[in-house]
């Protein structure tokens, strides 16, 4: 017999291996690569920022889409699709204990069914009759009549209905997985917070890393601003000055639509955090292309 004890056990101990492992690999990759998992905004980037030149508070609407704090309820790109891709694995599990419970439920109420009108006890007797010259029967008199008799009662068992206990287990189980899918992000941020607390040097390097990341990204952006937005800027406007109702203001370099402002010349929309960093000048005013095929300036103003 299968001792379920000692099954038991077995199973603990193949799980805490595997939270071991996959504790020493995430350190491991903490300890030796600065960019692995480095998306949260702590206090170590805090302090980093107040004593750098540029200040990379407050982010825009995409920086806020990709960093997050560890106690923050939002969640970044990736984090969202790794609750997809989980609580997908889960619903399809939910889906299949859902259509097995009801395939059972089904056909127990089949075979009760059948055990309750299908049992069938049927008799009959046939006369066999053989005569010689004289017309006197020839056979015996056992053998002269047959009785055949068909009875379906043993074919039929009584079902065995699944308890309501067990299908409560099941429910219960599968609803507790497909939560835990939902809310497994938020229990493995604490990974970070705890490998912070350990190696505060370690900590340090990595916001000094993101602090970077973050303004070569914006800077990088910022840079190429007037390339990205000029060939759906001037369609756009021209849209928005026939349809305002169709359009809602946002800003052009992140999205936002808190605290914009619109520039007097091409109509395009900022807000108030990408027009600081731009240093409060329109990127696609600046640009000689658009100013030229806007007629702000005269196509034969070659240096201008």
């Known amino acids: 017999s299968l001792d379920w004890v000692a099954l038991g056990d077995y199973l603990k101990l193949i799980t805490m291996l595997m939270v071991y492992v996959s504790a020493y690999k995430y350190l491991s990759k903490y300890l030796t690569d600065t960019t692995f998992d480095n998306l949260y905004l702590d206090r170590a980037l805090e302090k980093y920022n107040a004593h750098a030149e540029k200040n990379i508070f407050p982010l825009n609407t995409k920086e806020r889409g990709k960093y997050v704090r560890i106690s923050q309820a939002g969640m970044t790109a990736a984090e ?19 259509v097995v419970e009801g395939c059972d439920r089904i056909l127990v109420l089949v075979c009760t069914i059948l055990y309750k009108y299908g049992p069938l006890t049927v008799e009959h007797s046939i006369q066999l009759t053989e005569e010689d010259e004289n017309g006197e029967s020839v056979l015996p008199e056992d053998l002269s009549t047959v009785h055949l008799t068909l009875d379906t009662t043993s074919c039929f068992h009584e079902p065995a209905v699944t308890d309501l206990s067990v299908t409560a287990y099941h429910l219960a189980l599968t609803s507790g997985l497909l939560v835990l899918s939902v809310t497994q992000v938020f229990f493995l941020r604490f990974r970070h917070a705890v490998c912070d607390s350990f190696y505060p040097v370690r900590r340090k390097k990595r916001a000094e890393y993101l602090h970077t990341k973050i303004l070569k ?20 406007n021209k849209l928005c000055r026939m349809f305002p109702w169709l359009y809602k203001a946002q800003c052009v370099l992140c999205s936002g639509r808190e605290n914009i402002q619109k520039c007097d010349w091409c109509q395009t929309v900022y807000c108030k955090t990408c027009l600081n960093d ?26 201008l």
Do not use: W
């Open 80 to 98: 969202r699709y790794m609750v997809t891709r989980s609580s997908l694995k889960a619903l399809i599990y939910c889906v299949a204990v859902l």
């Open 278 to 303: 731009i240093g409060d000048t329109c990127r696609v005013c600046s640009d000689i292309t658009f100013r030229r095929k806007s007629g702000l300036i005269e196509s034969s103003n070659k240096y």
């Open 217 to 236: 990204a914006r800077t990088y952006k910022l840079k190429h601003a007037a390339e990205e937005v000029f060939t759906r800027v001037s369609e756009r």
